[in-house]
C-alpha cells in the first residue's frame, strides 16, 4: 500500500537530434499505484507462459556480444525495434487476448488466468502517458 501516493512527475527531454519533435514528455511511474503490482505480475508472466520465441533481449551490450557469433548471409534478416517507444500504440484488449491465448496454451489453472488477466488489464488502464 502506497502511504503518500502521489500523481508520477514528468520530466522533459530535449531532442536535438530530431527536427519536429524537439521535446520529449518523459513521465517517472515508479511512485504511481500500479508500479509494485507490474513488477510482481511482469515477473509471474515470466514464469506461467511458455513463449516459443527466444531472439529476444532487454540489454543492447548483451545483443552486440551475441551478434558476433552469428553467422550473416546474403539471406539474414536482422529487425530492431524499441518497444517503450511503440508501448503508447499498443492495443490493450490485444494485449489481454494474446496474454489469455498463451497462458491457456501453457495449460494453467482457469482462476490463475482470470486473476492474472484481471491485474494486467488494471495496471494497463493505470498507465500515464
Do not use: C
Not at 524537439?22 to 507490474?38: E, G, L
Not at 490485444?94 to 482462476?111: A, C, M, V
Not at 491485474?119 to 500515464?128: E, G
Amino acid at each position: 500500500m502506497n502511504i503518500k501516493p502521489a500523481a508520477p512527475k514528468q520530466n522533459v527531454y530535449i531532442k536535438t537530434h530530431k527536427e519536429n519533435e524537439p521535446i520529449s514528455p518523459v513521465i517517472d511511474n515508479t511512485q504511481a499505484s500500479s508500479y509494485k503490482i507490474a513488477k510482481h505480475i511482469n515477473k509471474k508472466l515470466y514464469s506461467l507462459l511458455n513463449l516459443p520465441n527466444t531472439y529476444n533481449t532487454k540489454n543492447s551490450q548483451k545483443i552486440a556480444v551475441e551478434l558476433k557469433s552469428i553467422q550473416i548471409n546474403g539471406n539474414t534478416k536482422i529487425i530492431t525495434m524499441d518497444i517503450k517507444d511503440l508501448y503508447v500504440n499498443l492495443p490493450i484488449q490485444g494485449i489481454i487476448k494474446s496474454t489469455r491465448y498463451w497462458l491457456n496454451k501453457s495449460n494453467n489453472n482457469e482462476e490463475i488466468i482470470k486473476q492474472v488477466l484481471n491485474i494486467l488489464q488494471t495496471i494497463m488502464k493505470q498507465n500515464y502517458f
